[in-house]
């Protein structure tokens, strides 16, 4: 049979963070403002608040935007006066493209698995912004190995929904038990998985592993790429 890996980018194949914290001090230290692991950490703070907020649909994705640059230059030294928060949010969306970062490990895992004698297909699938996701692929080369990118933004739909799977489905003309995800998140890939019926990987798991299985009906877990790789390889040559 055909396999087709379904992976979650952030924190499973790139470090989401990583290029935050180098978008963020990239484009206040353009604007002349001050820059350090302290704000970026309050920065990271209050746009979890803000992503929970809009989440719930009490703000908008440009209030998110503008409310996250608006806090963070008072917290910064430097004149502010004249920024517009809204622009700064642009010019550090399209910095964090440019400046995708690879976990460890990550491209020369995914080589191997395209190296395999299998007939192996390697998706994305990834909840957020397409031109972040998209930019940062390309900037690591990962797009060199993988066969297609599924960004909820473009699809209308997110991780965990069963639409979001049906729709992958839909696009790569597979059948459900051809499908692996692997992913780091409880909360959208294993649940994701157990919602459209999908073979499942829990990578790097922590917490209350035996617990997490039982309730995401997760098949396997992978705290390394080495063991990620071999439960694919196994898979795939059973
Ligand atoms: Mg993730």
């Known amino acids: 049979m055909r396999y087709n890996l379904l992976f979650d980018l952030d924190q499973t194949l790139l470090d989401f963070h990583a290029s935050e914290y180098i978008a963020l001090g990239k484009v206040l230290q353009q604007n002349g403002l001050s820059y350090s692991d302290r704000i970026y950490d309050l920065f990271k703070t209050y746009n979890k608040t803000l992503w929970g907020k809009l989440e719930k649909g009490d703000i908008t994705r440009n209030g998110l935007f503008r409310m996250r640059f608006g806090y963070i230059f008072e917290k910064c030294e430097g004149d502010s006066s004249s920024l517009d928060p809204l622009a700064v949010n642009s010019d550090f969306i399209q910095t964090m493209s440019e400046n995708g970062v ?22 994305i699938i990834t909840n957020g912004v397409t031109i972040n996701a998209k930019g940062r692929i390309a900037s690591t080369g990962l797009d060199r190995y993988i066969d297609g990118l599924f960004v909820s933004e473009d699809m209308g739909v997110n991780k965990p929904s069963a639409a979001y799977f049906d729709m992958v489905l839909d696009r790569i003309r597979a059948s459900r038990e051809s499908c692996i995800v692997i992913g ?10 157990k919602n459209a019926s999908m073979t499942s990987i829990w ?18 877990t992978a705290s390394s790429y080495d063991e990620l790789f071999r439960i694919i390889k196994d898979i795939i040559s059973a």
């Open 184 to 193: 780091d998140s409880l909360s959208s890939d294993m649940l994701g998985a």
């Open 102 to 123: 690879l976990l460890d490990g990550a491209l020369e895992c995914v080589k191997k698995i395209k190296e395999e004698p299998g007939n192996t297909a390697i998706y």
């Open 203 to 220: 990578f790097r798991p922590e917490g209350n592993i035996e617990t997490a299985m039982a309730s995401y009906d997760i098949n396997y």
